[in-house]
């Protein structure tokens, strides 16, 4: 069978290459706005998929720039009308259509309390983009899949794109040039392994460290929107602080590792769940008693959690059929949610 979702999988390589074509100029204005303001916070102002590329986007920010990301619940202003003190801050918003009221009106009101507001979104004329200083758009293209694949993609790009440009990191600008090339090999990738195990299960853990836990976060709730299977996505550390409680014989986990300096952490959590009896599934290493998925090796730390993700959009796209749903339309959900 086939779905627009797989057709928009596909796609991945080619949205990412507009994306860094089309969009250079506005992510070169914007990383000069974040030079000359020099902010010493970032907030973000998301919901769903865009909230996960919110999470990488703090992640990079942290380890790349040193500068700490919190995240601002949009309902502050759409809600409970509040405005909130954001001299020195960078506010980047990021929304697939750009429509919700919540995402638009904390937009503006991160304006008018002082700070430098980015919108991240696939159409430039938004009300988001409309509200901000400054707009990147995503050049994805349309997508009609409720589930968000491609234009998670490109907002985590985008993100990642914006930060290489401001530090003036040429390492990770490079990185970010060969995302194209390294998302068409992620789509190569089979990980039909994990697809046998995940065919009849009713709930699974996915963890990560680092940018991967946002990957986690993502994979967590494609799980829940196209397959209907119940799962969480923690910390390889936060897993140990409780949740491994219900880890028993034969449930299920999968663990986000690339190669940086959180793939040890990964490991080792991997390899103890796995001594408690979960059917472990890993990338980025092999470890005891796991059974390893296959990765793009050698990438940058700070893309490679992205670059699973598209071999995991693949995955999930032929998991979603196998357990009886069609992945383009999600029970209850609708492509664009406006909430306040």
């Not at 758009?137 to 349309?142: D, H, I, T, V």
Request: aromatic share 6%; proline share 6%.
């Amino acid at each position: 069978m086939t779905s627009f979702m797989a057709a928009e999988v596909a796609e991945i390589p080619a949205a990412a290459a507009r994306f860094l074509d089309l969009s250079a100029n506005a992510v070169r204005q914007a990383a000069t706005a974040l030079r000359k303001d020099d902010p010493a916070l970032f907030v973000t102002v998301a919901r769903g998929s865009s909230d996960h590329a919110a999470t990488y986007f703090k992640y990079a920010a942290e380890l790349l720039a040193g500068v700490p990301v919190a995240s601002v619940g949009p309902s502050i202003a759409s809600i409970y009308g509040r405005p909130l003190r954001l001299g020195r801050a960078a506010c980047v918003g990021i929304s697939q259509s750009g429509r919700s009221p919540d995402i638009v009106e904390m937009m503006r009101a991160a304006g008018a309390g002082g700070a430098l507001t980015i919108a991240i979104t696939n159409f430039a004329d938004a009300p988001m983009a409309q509200a901000s200083a400054h707009c990147l758009p995503l050049q994805a293209g349309q997508e009609k899949s409720v589930a968000a694949t491609k234009t998670f993609v490109t907002s985590v790009l985008a993100g990642v794109a914006l930060l290489a440009e401001w530090q003036d990191d040429k390492e990770l600008r490079d990185a970010v040039a060969g995302l194209p090339e390294a998302f068409e090999k992620a789509l190569a990738l089979d990980w039909s392994a994990l697809g046998g195990r995940l065919a009849r299960a009713q709930s699974l853990y996915v963890l990560g460290r680092g940018p991967g836990f946002a990957i986690a976060s993502e994979a967590a709730l494609k799980f829940k929107e196209t397959c209907g299977l119940h799962a969480e996505a923690y910390s390889a550390a936060e897993v140990l602080h409780g949740p491994s409680a219900i880890v028993q014989a034969r449930f299920p986990v999968l663990a986000l590792g690339v190669e940086d300096a959180a793939l040890p952490h990964v490991v080792a959590t991997a390899e103890r769940l796995a001594a408690q009896g979960a059917d472990v599934y890993l990338t980025g290493a092999e470890a005891k008693g796991v059974v390893t998925l296959p990765s793009v090796p050698g990438l940058h730390p700070l893309v490679a959690p992205l670059v699973l993700a598209v071999s995991f959009y693949a995955f999930i796209e032929s998991l979603a059929w196998r357990r009886g749903f069609d992945p383009d339309t999600p029970p209850h959900l609708r492509k664009v949610t406006e909430t306040l």
